[in-house]
């Protein structure tokens, strides 16, 4: 059991150029989110998913584009990269909850992203 | 909107203190929760604790304790004896009752703690 996932661990970019990053999950969990980590701005939200096929903005959405086509899976793609960007970006997953509300978020290792 | 703020950024203690970090949210819900991490040196985030908004216990695990104070929109965590593993950053977050689905976090800019030996 790997809980989840995130590849690649480290990435440089160019201004402009586009990539993927993928997030994976093997504890069957609904809901995928994705997040960036800047210094002293704790974690925010990018974009976030509630089951297969469904996405929703977070608080920082713009740049980034989503989608999750399996439940396991849920990638997050930079199409034309900015120095803005730099950051540290992390997965969640957590289960769809017995109760309505916020549950437990595991969080992938991170993937550190440099735009030059 | 929801609003975590974490005001200490940075604690420096000598190993074996008790240290208390402190939380404060703004939500306009009356059902939320409120979660505490670590983030370690080696950057991944390791959940403490959950806590829901109609819940005003105090817990203790080990060392750690949490106050939930709804009166104050406080949720603070203090480590007793402290030790050096206990250097990291500590976020504090909210979470939202939304119904349909969970709609992510809400982070405070969190709080590095250093344990001085």
């Given at each position: 059991?790997?809980?989840?996932?995130q590849?690649p661990?480290?990435r440089v970019?160019?201004?402009?150029?586009?990539?993927?990053?993928?997030?994976a999950?093997?504890?069957?969990?609904?809901?995928?989110?994705?997040?960036?980590?800047d210094?002293?701005?704790?974690?925010?939200l990018?974009?976030?998913s509630?089951g297969?096929?469904?996405t929703?903005?977070g608080?920082?959405?713009?740049?980034?584009?989503?989608?999750?086509?399996k439940?396991?899976?849920?990638?997050?793609?930079l199409?034309?990269?900015?120095?803005?960007?730099?950051?540290?970006?992390?997965?969640a997953s957590?289960?769809?909850?017995?109760y309505?509300g916020?549950?437990?978020?595991y969080?992938?290792?991170?993937?550190?992203?440099t735009v030059? | 909107a929801?609003?975590?703020?974490q005001?200490?950024?940075?604690?420096s203690?000598?190993?074996?203190?008790?240290?208390?970090?402190?939380?404060v949210?703004e939500?306009?819900?009356?059902?939320?929760?409120?979660?505490w991490?670590?983030?370690?040196?080696s950057?991944e985030?390791?959940?403490?604790?959950?806590?829901?908004?109609?819940d005003?216990?105090n817990e203790?695990?080990?060392?750690?304790?949490?106050?939930?104070?709804k009166?104050?929109?406080s949720?603070n965590f203090?480590?007793?004896?402290?030790?050096?593993?206990?250097?990291?950053?500590?976020?504090?977050?909210?979470g939202?009752?939304?119904?349909?689905?969970?709609d992510?976090?809400?982070?405070g800019k969190?709080?590095?703690?250093?344990?001085?030996p």
């Amino acid at each position: 059991n790997a809980g989840v996932t995130q590849t690649p661990k480290f990435r440089v970019l160019k201004t402009g150029q586009s990539m993927t990053l993928l997030c994976a999950q093997d504890m069957n969990h609904e809901y995928m989110y994705w997040y960036r980590q800047d210094p002293g701005m704790g974690l925010r939200l990018i974009h976030y998913s509630v089951g297969e096929g469904t996405t929703a903005k977070g608080e920082v959405p713009d740049g980034y584009n989503v989608s999750r086509l399996k439940k396991q899976n849920f990638l997050l793609g930079l199409e034309s990269a900015a120095p803005s960007q730099t950051s540290v970006y992390f997965c969640a997953s957590s289960p769809l909850s017995t109760y309505r509300g916020s549950g437990e978020q595991y969080f992938g290792p991170g993937t550190r992203l440099t735009v030059t | 909107a929801q609003k975590v703020t974490q005001a200490q950024t940075e604690i420096s203690v000598v190993e074996k203190e008790d240290v208390t970090l402190d939380c404060v949210y703004e939500t306009r819900d009356t059902t939320y929760y409120l979660f505490w991490y670590k983030q370690p040196p080696s950057g991944e985030l390791v959940f403490l604790i959950r806590r829901n908004s109609f819940d005003e216990q105090n817990e203790i695990s080990g060392r750690y304790s949490w106050n939930f104070q709804k009166s104050t929109s406080s949720f603070n965590f203090t480590i007793t004896a402290s030790q050096v593993v206990d250097s990291a950053v500590y976020f504090c977050a909210l979470g939202r009752d939304s119904g349909g689905g969970a709609d992510g976090l809400t982070f405070g800019k969190g709080t590095h703690l250093i344990i001085q030996p």
